[in-house]
């Protein structure tokens, strides 16, 4: 190890988004933890507050500031360290740090790039010089030409003959590729490519090949290995972020499999890669042709996945070698007496299966290709693929049990669904083999291989084989047989006509129970010290041993979705933590490979499985845990709560009656109505005539809930009868089984919430958060202020008291969160939820208080230490702002309203408001200065709302234009406004050409009511913005913030400060 | 096999008096040996066809087998003469094979057969849908036992291959040449050669004079001599041995893989012992001694060489990274050596074929190898 390394900036990833999630929070806190083992001084750099790597305890120094060259480039200037990595925060990182290269910063200062050389990094991203420099040693790629213009582009498109593909280069997660079948198709697709960046790649189309990915290691004196390959179900054509992966692979002889493995290998030492590497190949499923489709030499979501599915700890290895260390200087983590140079051997089967939100966005195109849409995965172990795989769509918790047997979506069009991959098609495999489709002729429809057909046939077999027991007992051996096939109790229990607990009876009568496995990375050739476990059933004999005492389960927040995220992974870390400090041995259950709680050092005992009833039952009951933790994991806990309290578990904390009387409705209601609470007006209601009745009593708008949709969003706010009437219809059924919930919806009024954490009913801590947009915003969407800056002490003071009385009334212990509504000084309760919240650890590192510890405490019955409550003063504001991925939903209308759509978050931290605010909208990608703002500010109401924002702007020399209304009524206040036509208009120029010609810096644009559903012009300007990559505004106060803040502060103006100088 | 019908229950019994049960495939038929098991997660057509597992019932860790079926055994112009394309000999040498689950069905385009047919052919029988992990966990623990796999109850006596020369029932009997491009002749003493090693040396140019296992070769016209992989213990080849002692008083060059590698330290005057569970998988790493250059390695040897032994003009090569073991030795003076892990690969990783090269090297112009 060089010895001249005292001090390395590491680079983060930013807020989570599609393409560039959570794994990222793995890869940076395990090289914080190699260098630390150093005794390397860290600085971070990485806005992302709702991660471990920002956590007080990891990196020396945390810096809540953009990864942009400007503020990176201000860190360095400030810290001066000796070296930075740029491989563990994915594309963001990457970008950052070539760029820093490019411009001679790191020269500048003497910061040496550790690792992987900047040029490989440029040679793996730019496509011609990846082609140049593979074709050196022989290695195949596809046919492509790398173009920087339309006219070129449709050149070589004709030359390579169509399909063909485009790929734009520097891109995250695929973006703004994709087939094209024709000259038009080409043409959209170009176009909107070089939005995002200035080389796009055509090239051959390689539909229907396998997918396979290598993760290669490499250090500085040339030892390379390959720790894991994987194969991707879906074949090419789908991005390898959307394809269900099976590891290692399955369809693969020793000679693709070593093949395949060579080259990975040759390509890496050409180009010098010092640290992790994943590459992607195609193979051809007829012969031994392949081609290297793509190298990342980075930490990757493919390397998360490989280094949680062989318990190979790629980030941590990585980061030593970039180091100097060699290879067979680290030992396995595992053994702890092997070698770290090895190639870790399987004796399980790993599925992974991508997690989609698209429901939640309206007109998003729901077909897979090759650019990444989905938010988050799932990763499910076992001893055969049948069980791997329906134990993973288990997880996936879009209420399905299995693969079969199970309520699933159902295709009119079988054809269509298998040759048009969406999100469900796995689906419609059964249902094809139930059709009796051939296997072939499956095959031919979705090029998915034989293989993994066959093994669903089977499991459509054995699902028959069961349905012949129907209303009775099925024999042992056949029980036995599903349940190695993965059938769950319910599965079972649907076929059978039984309850699930009645089949688990039987089957723990019958001596029909899971076995625990280790991951070991030697497949049992060396003894391991491993805590990371699975289930299965396909064994005999348990590898670990029991009669420990003092477990405490915890139950972890599963794959990473809209509204689930990693702020529920650093609630379960802490929460793990906790636990073992208070003497405790932590069992930690949790299947989401891109999380740091699935770390192999984060609890006494890792489950690799699934947080259902079943199975956390089977491991509560095997290793005789003394009480479970539902309230750190988000909302999959603790729906379980009540099910495993009426199952005889101890659950820890708030009693699972009181955390019901909560989440119930009716009951939650009547307990703020016995306490004195105010709360908006609601009814259930069960039909038409019923929600009619009901809103006229109370006045529009009004928020709906249905509790069965089809498609679209789950909520909505309608101002009228007539939008009532349309939600409704959309909404399935309203019936007797699928009643509506409507409660009044209260304009213009401030959100604030509370998060905080009580013991036996006294309220030990709280936190006041400020919502900047007026309710109506999804809580998950708001930008979110602490301490408060503009709500009365009253209101404060009310809150405060109704937080109390809530906690005693519910006697809650531990951590909780409660949603209020406030005008003037009037306060109502929206919601109010027993468990961790999406906040908790931004207040917490914002008021360097850990309120997960602290509930922990509680709920053990450790030392107690009631904080006083005057938190909102603080010497400095923090602000959290949403991240959204519409750039990736293609379609999707970027508004924001009551369902979330947001898929990260930023938190940054000021000396006032403004500063905070404006650096938490760098992170998110709004860039400054604004010289140019298109305007179109909705309803009169914004319109007059925003006008003294139009002043503010006007006087820093702000260019407007304006589509006609707005222009119209700026003009009349006296402004000066360019007019732009509407695109539907047909006249030039329109605010679409405005924004694809990049003429403006900034689109505002406020939707005219709250359920706008047509494809309105407004829609075009919004969805323009978002993919030529201009900043959009959608919502009057944050719009109206900005100019204030913009007004007050200059981009020099934002500090550069770490989180631990504040305070 | 339809998994419904012609399910027969067979059942596999240790040393030590363990069992377990589970299903029959393959070969319907009782049969005793030596039972170890393999890490690899593919290859299986390559390692069942290796004649270094002769007289063993072989447990693959990898739980999902057959998914691939067996390959086309290549069209007569592609193969070389005498040579397999697909396959490490021309039949299968284990005694039987132990799974976690079979493959119902198998899917490559280079397949033309179950892995099930495939043994029933070669009257080779396999049992699955036993916890194989929890026997090799008992292998790795209590080190390697005989077994019996008793399908249909019949039961078969104990058989202990390392008692006997197992390398005389896999060598040829009649010398086999395979001509090249070349100038250069190697004779390749059959110990129970893996197909590749002839195809390795045969690609590189090199004329192959491949001998049966006793042949006396010292007074063979050749350029360099090759030893090659086998099974058993290298103790009972002592006619092997004498022939090689004999054959270092020519000046050529001589190189050495697995069963060879034990030969070479044998002759040397070093001395081998059995080790506790073999190491037999695709993930061995061994460094090169000096330098911090680590090989990942295929394996399959039950053997070692015991490395305090050798005699000061020997050094060793390489050695095991996880354990420590040796994997190499080399002279000092003379294009003498040996490695314990296969160059070959088939099955497994190639990182170590530019061995073939060294030796081809060694033939022009005599070379060190430390």
Redesign the interface.
Known sequence: MPSNIHKVLILGSGALKIGEAGEFDYSGSQALKALKEEGITTVLVNPNIATIQTSESLADKVYLLPVNPEFVTGVIAKERPDAILVGFGGQTALNCAITLSDTGVLAQYGVKVLGTPIQTIKDTEDRELFVQRLGEIGVDTPRSRAVTSWDDARKVADAIGYPVMVRAAFALGGLGSGMCADEKQLEDRVKKAFAHSPQVLIEEYLNGWKEVEYEVVRDAFDNCITVCNMENVDPLGIHTGESIVVAPSQTLTNEDYHHLREVAIRTIRHLKVVGECNVQFALDPHSDQYRVIEVNARLSRSSALASKATGYPLAYVAAKLSLGYSLTELRNSVTRTTTACFEPALDYVVVKVPRWDLKKFRNVATQLGSAMKSVGEVMAIGRNFEEALQKALRMLEVGVDGLVATKSPQFDDLDDALSKPGTERVFALPQAVRAGYSIERIRSLTHIDPWFLQSIASLVGVEKRLEAYRGGHCTNDLLREAKRAGFSDAQIARILALDEITVRRIRQNAGIVPYVKQIDTLAGEYPAQTNYLYLTYDASEDDVDWGHQKNVLLLGSGAYRIGSSVEFDWCCVNASKAVRKLGYRSILINYNPETVSTDYDVCDRLYFDGLNLETVLDIYERERCMGVIVSGGGQIPNNLALQLHEAGVRVLGTSPIDIDRAEDRHKFSSLLDEIGVAQPEWQEVTSFEDAQRFCESIGYPVLIRPSYVLSGAAMGVATTWQELRVFLDRAADVSQRHPVVISKFYENTREIEVDAVGAFGNLLTMAITEHVENAGVHSGDATLVVPPQRTYLETLRRIRSITERIAKALYITGPFNIQYLSKGTDVRVIECNLRASRSFPFVSKIYKRNFIEMAVSAMLGGELESIEHHLYELDYVGVKAPQFSFTRLQGADPTVGVEMASTGEVGCVGEDFEEAFLKSLISVGFRFPIKRVLLSTGPLVDKVAFLESARLMDAMGIKFFATAGTAEFLTSYGFDVTVVYWPSEGKHPDAGELIEQKQVDLVINIPKNFQESELTNDYVIRRKAVDFGIPLLTNIQLANRLAEALSRKTPGDLQIKELQAYG | MH?MKGIMKAELVLEDGYR?EGTAFGAPMSVAGEVV?N?????Y??SMTDPSYAGQILVL????VG??GI?VNGTPEEQLDLLSK?FESSRIHIRALVV??L????????AIDSLSAWMQRHNVPGLHG?????L??RL??KGCMLGKLLVDDKDVAWDDPNVKNLVADVSITEPQWFPAEGEKKVVLVDLGCKDNIVRSLVRRGLNVLKVPWDYDWTGEEADGIFLSNGPGDPKKCEDTIRILRKGFDRDIPIFGICLGHQMMALAAGADTYKLKFGHR?????C?EVG????Y?TSQNHGFAVDERSLPPEWSPWFFN???GTNEGIRHKDRSLASVQFHPE???????TDHLFDTFARSLKHAIQYS
């Open positions: 998994p377990c098991f890490t690899g997660m593919v290859g057509p390559e860790t990898y739980p999902l998914n691939y390959p697909h976690s689950r493959s119902p069905g198998y899917s490559h385009w280079s036993v916890d194989t992990r929890a090799t966990k790795r623990s998988g695709q993930n061995q790493p460094i330098t911090k250059r680590c990942i990274a996880n354990d690969a088939r099955p497994g990783p190639s990182d």
